[in-house]
């Protein structure tokens, strides 16, 4: 690529073939057209051949010299003359797009920086992301056919030529404004408008074993298929949802197969291996060797599969492999933010808001040479920053993460902010890393934010600005609350400390009345109630669903993330059910006793150590061995767990984070002459191993919160220093939410 002097297109002409060209082949010109008037007011004239005088913008194609879907790009400022030439109808739009990205813009012009003679072509083939018109969705399932038109037209100026759609799975949506009926046929009305693939991922929950239910099932979908304008692949999940053993699954798919064939020729069937056990695995890859089966196009490679290497060694060359990341959620998930402070995952939960760009830049490299290309799992907008990067990098994994960044920031915000707001994009992913008390970055990070919209204050009508603006003032408000309900609790705590000179009684209201001032006198009132106006602006303007009540999230899991503006970030719902019940003792002593245990939780004697061992701010003793992004599938190091599935439950925040095992837990400078305990709390059993000798408890509670104590045998401290760790427990027959975890270690001298 070479850049020289400028050229201004502020009176372009769009020349778009001759007049035989198809209206179909004309959609790049179109599209260019109906963009540059967007962003400029400019109305571009057409024309199907090159004015004698002036600057033109030449759309054409040279199919026989250029592989599929690459474009050549070429500015000649002398004759004021740039040429975008396609290999196909999406060689073409693919130009525009790199045309829209670079080019300078403002009200009533538009230029280019200079000179540009740019080939490029994809280095993946399949390039896409799943935008299902369904209730689980945050934002999807508000929106009407032009909304979803825009959108995926947006996607393929970044690169995308595939959308995938969920026509069956989940209920209708009290927001939907079209029924799902006409929305499956238009999304592939929109794909086929601009040349993409349309695939559909539908799942069978019941049980294909049953005769009746496999052809309950195959005349569902061939009625689909019977109506649907453009179908070009059907993706069937191996679980996730569904428990389907392969053996019932191959032989129904390729019945489905044939149906489909009767329909759309060229359509292709996928499966993914999502959920199947070691020995289903195992058949799958048995029976693909054995029958080689041609109705099988390929794999898909999504959480829950087996390893994509493996994956790709045991299937044959002739098979494709099309990875499913997982790009949309932060925890529970395929890829969790690594050591996320428990005040941002109880607040921020599963999906919100999260741009993470440089970390799904190494995910998308390390894991793309395995696969021909992606479509993403994605359940709305808040992900869009990370759809772009995967766009991008499917096309050419050799970009710089920045250099993408600004050309999102450039064609969706304009040049004179697009830098900035490129690397103020960056700071929110740094948001998230380490004790977010500890990071006065965040607070510095939203003052970025403000600036440039001070600047330009237009840019509060974008739904996309307002949607990273409203992350960076939720990290700021969340870690504002932290420290000021972390200081009321500190407080609350001396209150209890004078209960022997004032009773039980006045020291719980004194307490109450301290952790009540989050209500009563809450930090951060101007950021929240800025929160509350985008979350309301951002549901009309992109349907983003960022409350239950208010706006019809599917549930709290699902970016309702308003509805946690007032979640505790101290202990005060937990410590006000013990007031309760303590009140309730008829005892003095036992109250007083009581109140103390609560003051002195975290330190019960002098000299305590004490870790919460999911929490990144509070675990100095825990082995992280945190892991590198190189490491992404396959993470030797555990990460924490958090309840968050569990909704806003009372408990002690300690218990709402885990792990499960620690790598070990390690004190030093400990007196060989004195003894010591091991005490724990968390749920089920706990195999713990003091220097690599599993040791026996003294105290063995088993319920959330409830104690277990293990007395330090004498000779495992001589030398000053003991590692603990965990055997793990046998569980795999117990479902995840009712597996055994750890949530907090002291070690307590006698």
């Not at 197969?257 to 292709?268: E, F, I, N, V």
């Not at 005040?343 to 894991?367: D, I, K, M, S």
């Amino acid at each position: 690529m070479t850049m020289h002097s400028g050229i201004d297109l502020t009176a372009a002409v769009v020349v778009a073939g001759d007049s035989g060209v198809s209206p179909d082949d004309r959609i790049a010109a179109r599209v260019l057209i109906e963009e540059v008037k967007a962003r400029t007011g400019l109305e571009w004239a057409t024309t199907d051949t090159r004015p004698p005088s002036g600057p033109s913008v030449e759309i054409g194609f040279a199919a026989k010299d250029m592989p599929p879907e690459a474009y050549r790009l070429s500015v000649d400022a002398a004759q004021g003359r740039v040429r975008i030439v396609g290999a196909d109808r999406r060689g073409a739009l693919y130009g525009v797009g790199h045309l829209l990205r670079v080019m300078d813009w403002a009200p009533g012009r538009v230029s280019l920086p200079g000179n540009l003679d740019i080939e490029s072509r994809p280095a993946y083939a399949i390039r896409g992301h799943q935008l299902g018109y369904r209730h689980t969705a945050n934002s999807y399932d508000a929106w009407d056919e032009a909304r979803y038109d825009r959108y995926i037209r947006e996607l393929a100026l970044f690169g995308v030529n595939a959308i995938e759609n969920i026509p069956f799975q989940d209920e209708s949506s009290p927001v939907m404004p079209v029924p799902r009926e006409r929305m499956n046929i238009a999304m592939s009305e929109i794909c086929e408008r601009y040349g993409l693939d349309y695939w559909i991922w539908t799942p069978v929950e019941a049980d294909l074993a049953d005769p009746a239910v496999c052809a309950a099932a195959l005349d569902t979908w061939e009625a689909f298929y019977r109506i649907c304008p453009r179908l070009d692949a059907v993706f069937f999940p191996g679980g996730d949802p569904g428990d389907n053993a392969p053996q019932h699954v191959m032989p129904f798919l390729e019945q489905a197969t044939q149906r489909l064939r009767a329909h759309h020729p060229k359509a292709t069937m996928w499966i993914s291996l999502q959920g199947f056990e070691r020995d289903e695995v195992d058949w799958f890859f048995a029976y693909m060797n054995e029958k080689a089966p041609e109705w099988l196009a390929g794999v898909v490679h999504g959480p829950q599969s087996p390893p994509l290497a493996e994956t790709r060694q045991r299937l044959a060359t002739a098979y494709r492999i099309r990875a499913y990341p997982d790009i949309t959620h932060t925890i529970l998930c395929q890829f969790p933010v690594p050591w996320w402070d428990p005040a941002f995952a109880l607040t921020e939960g599963r999906e919100c808001v999260n741009p993470r760009p440089r970390f799904y830049a190494r995910v998308h490299n390390r894991f793309a040479p395995y696969t021909d290309g992606f479509l993403s799992y994605s359940d709305g907008v808040h992900d869009d920053v990370n759809k772009t990067i995967w766009s991008m990098l499917a096309w050419d994994p050799n970009r710089d993460v920045r250099e993408m960044l600004v050309e999102y920031t450039r064609f969706f915000f304009g040049p004179d902010v697009a830098a900035e707001t490129a690397d103020a994009i960056l700071a929110l992913e740094t948001n998230w890393e380490g004790s977010a008390a500890l990071n006065g970055a965040i607070d510095a990070v939203w003052a970025r934010w403000q600036a440039i919209e001070a600047r330009a204050p237009g840019l509060r009508d974008n739904w996309r600005w307002r949607l990273l603006a409203f992350r960076a003032a939720y990290d700021a408000y969340v870690r504002g609350r932290l420290l000021h309900e972390t200081a009321l609790e500190q407080e609350a705590c001396a209150a209890l400390a004078r209960t022997a000179d004032i009773g039980a009684e006045a020291a719980m209201d004194a307490a109450a009345e301290v952790l009540g001032r989050a209500g009563t006198d809450p930090a951060c009132a101007r950021l929240r109630a800025r929160l509350e106006t985008d979350g309301e602006d951002l549901f009309r303007q992109i349907g983003m669903q960022m409350s239950v009540e208010k706006y019809h999230a599917r549930n709290f899991e699902r970016g309702a993330v308003l509805d946690f503006l007032d979640r505790p970030l101290n202990n005060r719902w937990w410590i006000e059910d013990q007031f309760a019940r303590i009140r309730a003792l008829p005892d003095e002593a036992e109250k007083r006793a009581e109140l103390d245990r609560i003051r002195t939780w975290e330190n019960p004697v002098p000299g305590s150590r004490y870790d919460v061992v999911g929490d990144t701010a509070r675990n100095p003793h825990v082995l992280r061995g945190e892991p590198t992004l190189l490491d992404v599938e396959d993470l030797r190091a555990p990460l924490p767990g958090y309840g968050t599935w569990l909704g806003p439950v009372r408990w002690r925040l300690s218990w709402l984070s885990s792990l499960d095992w620690p790598i070990g837990v390690v004190y030093e400078g400990i007196d060989p002459r004195r003894e010591y305990v091991v005490r724990t709390t968390g749920r089920g059993e706990s195999l713990l191993k003091i220097n690599g000798v599993r040791v026996q408890p003294t105290r063995y509670d088993k319920e959330l919160g409830e104690i277990k104590e293990f007395p330090v045998p004498k000779d495992a401290i001589a030398t000053g220093k003991i590692t603990l760790t965990w055997d793990t427990p046998d569980e795999a027959h117990l479902n995840w939410r009712h597996q055994s975890f750890l949530s907090e270690v002291w070690l307590l001298p006698r």
